[in-house]
């Protein structure tokens, strides 16, 4: 059996009316994930990025099955995660990618033990890791619209103390930037904005958003207003072909995405480096 | 005290029995006491791990005083930290470094005005560097990458600037045109406080201090350098080079131990 | 609550026989995993070996195919992420993780393909076969083999790779054939845990047991047992519980480190009580 079935029309994208409710979603998502996603590539938050969104999924498990609100289930779980991280990373102590990895093993296989045995809602395991095109209702939307102009905002606002602390922390902070703030609402912020991405890219790859196009950019980009811009184009492009690929093959946008932004990464890079090779920053014994 | 133009000027950095500590700890320094005037300069003289970045970071604020005070007067100072790698590859421009000292505005929220735009660009005309204002902070040479950092504290105007080991890998020519640089900073008023190596160089600065986990003498550079004060500073690593009599001034380098992590 | 019961079962006995061969090899493995600080490379390695496991389901193969492929090309992956300066090794390596997770499960998930996605990514020990445990056995022995040849530069490197050097033994070999006994763990031990939760087995036992023990021998030992007697609880409560499987496996093995953990800050606080001298 084929299962490439006959390419969609693009034009379905906009016809069909739950289509139309995705793309715009993954728009939406698209301007948050470029633009958070250049700060999380920037200041190394890639890894957290992806955990924030794993972490949460034993809370949308229960709220599935309860009819509580999963985003607010996963809100809580993600900015619980933000806070620890925030906390251990002030008090010196680095928890390790050992605690971090265990405490993502539990959140998976707590979450897949509440669904297939303790609430028996198995059949929901794919689209809470995976994301939907097809149940996205006007709330998730909502949620999206609110997350992209918070990202918006706060690149406004703090994207200057952002770049000046990334650059380079100790001289920021004796310039009067406020670095804790700052970097606590960063993580809050990534935080926020996985979570309105949960529906529909799933709880396992946020980072398709959040990561990979804003990487993407970074290979392009030589500036940071580029960067921001450049990831923002690349996130929305991706988000929109992802969709097209997930409707075509009859698959939930989460992975499509994900392949999409992956194939468009390894193609930047090769691209770039056969045009520039590798130059070497100027480098002196220190 | 009396400043080079005759007539009294306010210290621009105080400390008085100065202990910092990290997190409220054993102390990683203590017994700090000295005065600086402004239009002045001070070498402070140490090991790794005695206390060199740790005052620095005592005098903006980020530690607070376990003991005794510290003040800066003239607003925040400036900040020149060691160079970390990590930096080379954020893409920002040596304008864009220049512009960050604007920050100190206070008003952080807020974009770039036109006027901090053009303070920008003089003070890389300034250090010499106009021509390199879109060029990558990355692919600048140490010493460039240095004067950019100037370049920042005087957008930032800062009456006083801490350099923490500014000469570290930089060739002898930029090291030397950095170093006028320091003297024209100087002669405007403001005060330089700069941590170094090189025990020589500390002859030119019109102060020294010498640290260990504690201050371990202060003065002018011609008399404080004594052999008994550099051994006391950096346990047995100096090699003397020449002594003017017994307790007097010595020449000396110290013996440094690179740490390389692979 | 029979104790005898799931022995009876020959699916759940040879449940038990895999994941104690696994949680034997693997909990002792992992000590060293953690002390060379490999768990994200680890984590990396697992979650990007999943299109290999599904495509060895696709076609038929036998998984342990499918993971050793996956593995392989996972390792490829990271390894050309790592050398890219330009964004980062951290976000490279995110970059292809994604990707191939995201390729796995697109592979898995289309209508045509058949559905034991949860079963790869969450493992399956009930479903081991011959196959499976004449792996896991091999692993055992094999690897336990290489684990006592290398112990000694192992050690050394692990305690001060410069002076390690100075030995004779060359830090750069010794990591290389971590790695590979990594990748070797990875591909064997997927199949019973899946390829989410495979990293429980590789270094819950280790922390579990971490820093109970002064020589790094006895600690690979008690991490040995941890590991083999959490598989046998885990295994015990699916089939008490009625819970799945692979999960509950991980879950004790997860449950034994956040047990030592808990263990050892409660000796560190009834330690450090405040002395009344200055």
């Not at chain 1, 999409?260 to 990464?265: E, I, K, M, Q, S």
């Not at chain 2, 930290?81 to 952080?108: C, I, K, Y």
């Not at chain 3, 060379?36 to 999943?50: D, I, K, Q, T, V």
């Not at chain 3, 004779?168 to 019973?192: I, M």
């Amino acid at each position: 059996m084929d299962p490439f079935g006959a390419l969609p029309a693009p034009t379905d994208l906009v016809e069909l009316r739950f289509m139309r409710t995705a793309l715009v979603e993954l728009a939406l998502l698209g301007v948050a994930g470029g633009l958070l996603g250049a700060w999380i590539v920037l200041r190394r938050l890639a890894f957290f990025a992806h955990a924030v969104g794993t972490a949460t999924f034993p809370g949308l498990v229960v709220a599935d099955a309860t009819g509580f609100s999963g985003t607010l289930a996963a809100l809580a779980v993600a900015l619980g995660y933000a806070g620890g991280v925030e906390r251990a990373g002030r008090s010196g102590r680095d928890p390790g990618d050992v605690a971090t990895a265990l405490l993502l093993v539990i959140a998976l296989a707590g979450g897949v033990v509440l669904a297939s045995d303790v609430f028996e809602s198995g059949a929901g395991v794919d689209r809470l890791l995976f994301g939907t095109a097809l149940g996205l209702g006007t709330g998730d939307l909502w949620i999206a619209a609110a997350a992209a102009a918070a990202a918006l905002a706060a690149t406004v606002l703090l994207g200057r103390a952002w770049t000046a602390v990334g650059f380079d922390t100790a001289g920021g902070d004796a310039l009067g930037v406020p670095v804790r703030t700052a970097d606590r609402l960063l993580l809050g912020l990534v935080a926020v904005a996985a979570v309105a991405a949960l529906p529909a890219v799933g709880a396992l790859l946020v980072a398709s958003l959040f990561v990979v196009p804003a990487a993407t950019a970074r290979l392009l980009t030589r500036s940071v207003g580029g960067l921001l811009a450049t990831a923002v184009a690349v996130a929305v492009g991706q988000g929109a072909v992802g969709l097209y690929v997930s409707l075509w093959l009859d698959v939930p946008p989460g992975p499509a995405v994900a392949v999409v932004g992956a194939a468009a990464y390894v193609a930047v890079a090769l691209a770039t480096a056969v045009r520039a090779p590798a130059r070497p920053a100027p480098l002196e014994a220190a | 005290m009396p400043g080079a133009l005759g007539g009294l000027v306010t210290a621009a950095v105080t400390a008085e029995g100065l202990a910092v500590s990290y997190g409220g700890g054993r102390p990683a320094l203590e017994e700090v006491e000295f005065e600086l005037a402004a239009g002045s300069s001070l070498c402070v003289l140490g090991p790794n791990g005695g206390g060199k970045t740790t005052l620095f970071r005592a005098l903006t604020g980020e530690l607070p005083a376990l003991r005794g005070t510290v003040a800066v007067a003239g607003g925040r100072p400036a900040y020149l930290a060691q160079t970390e790698r990590t930096r080379l590859d954020f893409p920002v421009s040596a304008l864009d470094v220049a512009l960050m000292g604007s920050l100190a505005n206070g008003r952080w929220w807020l974009p770039a005005r036109r006027s901090d735009r053009d303070a920008a660009r003089a003070a890389l005309d300034r250090v010499g560097l106009a021509d390199r204002a879109s060029d990558r902070f990355g692919e600048l040479s140490g010493g460039q990458r240095q004067r950019v950092l100037i370049a920042r504290a005087l957008v930032q105007d800062a009456r006083v600037l801490l350099l923490d080991e500014p000469l570290a890998g930089v060739d002898p020519a930029s090291g030397e045109r950095i170093e006028r640089l320091f003297g024209e900073l100087r002669d405007e008023g403001r005060a330089l406080l700069v941590s170094t190596h090189d025990v020589e160089s500390a002859r030119a600065f019109d102060r020294v201090l010498c640290l260990n986990g504690a201050q371990i003498a202060f003065g002018d550079p011609a008399t404080a350098l004594t052999r008994d004060v550099l051994e006391r500073t950096y346990g047995g690593e100096i090699v003397v080079l020449e002594e003017d009599g017994p307790g007097g001034a010595v020449r000396a380098v110290t013996v440094q131990h690179h740490h390389h992590d692979h | 609550m029979d104790l005898l019961e799931p022995l009876q079962s020959g699916i759940e006995r040879r449940a038990l026989a895999e994941v104690v061969m696994l949680g034997a090899f693997c909990g002792a493995f992992g000590c060293w995993v953690t002390t060379f600080r490999l768990s994200y490379p680890a984590e990396s390695l697992a979650h990007g070996l999943l299109p290999g496991l599904v495509l060895a389901a696709l076609a038929g193969l036998p998984l342990l195919l499918g993971g050793v492929a996956g593995v392989a090309v996972a390792a490829l992956a990271v390894w050309v992420a790592g050398r890219d300066g330009r964004v980062g090794s951290d976000t490279a390596t995110a970059v292809a993780v994604t990707g191939l997770l995201g390729l796995g499960s697109l592979l898995a998930l289309t209508p045509a393909a058949p559905a034991r996605l949860e079963e790869l990514l969450f493992g399956d020990p009930l479903g081991v076969t011959d196959g499976d445990l004449a792996a896991a056995a091999a692993l055992a022995l094999v690897g336990g083999a290489a684990l006592v040849a290398l112990h000694r530069p192992l050690a050394a490197v692990a305690l001060d790779a410069t002076g390690a050097r100075a030995l004779g033994v060359r830090p750069g070999l010794v990591r290389l054939a971590l790695l590979g006994l990594l990748a070797a763990a990875l591909a064997v031990a997927v199949q019973g845990l899946g390829s989410l939760l495979v990293l429980a087995v590789l270094i819950g036992p280790a922390v579990a047991v971490r820093g109970l023990f002064s020589t790094p021998a006895r600690a690979m030992v008690a991490a040995a047992a941890v590991g083999a007697l959490a598989g046998v609880a885990g295994i015990y409560a699916s089939s008490w519980l009625g819970t799945a499987a692979g999960a509950s496996v991980a879950l004790a093995l997860c449950g034994a480190a956040a047990l030592g953990a808990l263990l050892r800050w409660l000796a560190g606080r009834s330690r450090a009580a405040p002395s009344p001298s200055a």
